[in-house]
């Protein structure tokens, strides 16, 4: 949970985190938050509240502070997040807890329809993704109105392996940027893309080489501020003709969690030796 759980002025130093580290680039506009999970690289429900607090923040904040761009990238080198809490999901699955299910559902969706929507302020909001994006690090990095990835990360949704499909936001994002078939086809084979076909796809917005993501970031501000008013124009049109309404994702994390409790015990190995890999690819790369 935050250290700080009241919502400061501008005189006031921001929000301090555990799992969230944070900077504002006054001059820029920018501010910056990195994702620095306290266990695995996933998002636990630690990392949801604290994320859900700084997007509330920003919500009542984000003019006061003059942000106009906002990032959020990973701490963690050659990961960006490895999705959901799968250790979470196979003890709520066992014990046939769906209030459980459904609550972190919720935190999820409440986080990714903030982000999607710039706090309901006039930000741009940004992905930096500069290593491993899976699941619901990939349905994150979609979220926003930018995806800057470095050449060679790796994105894909690896749900259907264990029987399962990403429930928060994957289908909503990829058929609006793409279009239905494409996103089932991404949903449906498990398999991780290369930044370099995601951006081919129109997927990754922009391609920076290895260890230049925050430069590229710096660049894409540079280009947008020189026709701003046409930029959010733009994207206040593209959200009015084919929104995602919270309510959308509310919806299908109810087909999520019904889905969940469908799976058998050997689904459910499959998910726990997903989690054995994780466990040791982050082992490895600590």
């Given at each position: 949970?935050?250290a700080v759980t009241t919502i400061a002025p501008r005189?006031?130093?921001?929000?301090?985190?555990?799992?969230?580290?944070?900077?504002?680039?006054?001059?820029?506009?920018?501010?910056?938050?990195?994702?620095?999970?306290?266990?695995?690289?996933?998002?636990?429900?630690?990392?949801?509240?604290?994320?859900?607090?700084?997007?509330?923040?920003?919500?009542?904040?984000?003019?006061?502070?003059?942000?106009?761009?906002?990032?959020?990238?990973?701490?963690?080198?050659?990961?960006?997040?490895?999705?959901?809490?799968?250790?979470?999901?196979?003890?709520?699955?066992?014990?046939?807890?769906?209030?459980?299910?459904?609550?972190?559902?919720?935190?999820?969706?409440?986080?990714?329809?903030?982000?999607?929507?710039?706090?309901?302020?006039?930000?741009?909001?940004?992905?930096?993704?500069?290593?491993?994006?899976?699941?619901?690090?990939?349905?994150?990095?979609?979220?926003?109105?930018?995806?800057?990835?470095?050449?060679?990360?790796?994105?894909?949704?690896?749900?259907?392996?264990?029987?399962?499909?990403p429930g928060m936001g994957a289908y909503s994002f990829?058929?609006?940027?793409?279009?239905?078939?494409?996103?089932?086809?991404?949903?449906?084979?498990?398999?991780?893309?290369?930044?370099?076909?995601?951006?081919?796809?129109?997927?990754?917005?922009?391609?920076?080489?290895?260890?230049?993501?925050?430069?590229?970031?710096?660049?894409?501000?540079?280009?947008?501020?020189?026709?701003?008013?046409?930029?959010?124009?733009?994207?206040?049109?593209?959200?009015?003709?084919?929104?995602?309404?919270?309510?959308?994702?509310?919806?299908?994390?109810?087909?999520?969690?019904?889905?969940?409790?469908?799976?058998?015990?050997?689904?459910?190995?499959?998910?726990?030796?997903?989690?054995?890999?994780?466990?040791?690819?982050?082992?490895?790369?600590?």
């Open positions: 949970m935050p005189d006031q130093a921001l929000p301090s985190y555990r799992e969230l580290r944070l900077h504002l680039e006054e001059r820029r506009g920018i501010a910056w938050c990195w994702m620095q999970p306290s266990a695995r690289p996933c998002f636990s429900t630690a990392l949801l509240a604290e994320l859900n607090h700084w997007f509330e923040y920003l919500h009542q904040h984000a003019e006061r502070l003059g942000v106009r761009y906002h990032v959020i990238a990973s701490a963690v080198r050659g990961t960006y997040n490895l999705g959901g809490d799968l250790d979470l999901f196979h003890r709520l699955i066992r014990t046939r807890d769906r209030a459980g299910l459904r609550a972190y559902g919720k935190q999820c969706i409440d986080a990714l329809h903030a982000n999607l929507r710039g706090f309901d302020a006039p930000v741009t909001t940004i992905s930096l993704v500069q290593g491993s994006a899976l699941g619901g690090g990939f349905e994150a990095a979609l979220s926003s109105d930018v995806l800057i990835a470095e050449h060679g990360t790796r994105m894909g949704f690896p749900e259907i392996l264990f029987n399962l499909f990829l058929s609006r940027r793409l279009d239905a078939k494409r996103a089932e086809r991404i949903i449906l084979s498990g398999d991780l893309y290369d930044a370099g076909a995601l951006h081919d796809m129109g997927l990754v917005d922009v391609l920076a080489e290895p260890g230049d993501g925050e430069l590229a970031v710096y660049d894409y501000v540079r280009r947008e501020d020189r026709a701003r008013n046409g930029y959010r124009a733009l994207r206040q049109v593209r959200d009015r003709l084919d929104p995602v309404s919270y309510a959308e994702l509310r919806d299908i994390v109810e087909i999520w969690v019904d889905t969940a409790l469908r799976l058998d015990p050997r689904d459910l190995r499959m998910m726990q030796r997903l989690v054995s890999r994780q466990t040791a690819l982050t082992a490895a790369a600590a």
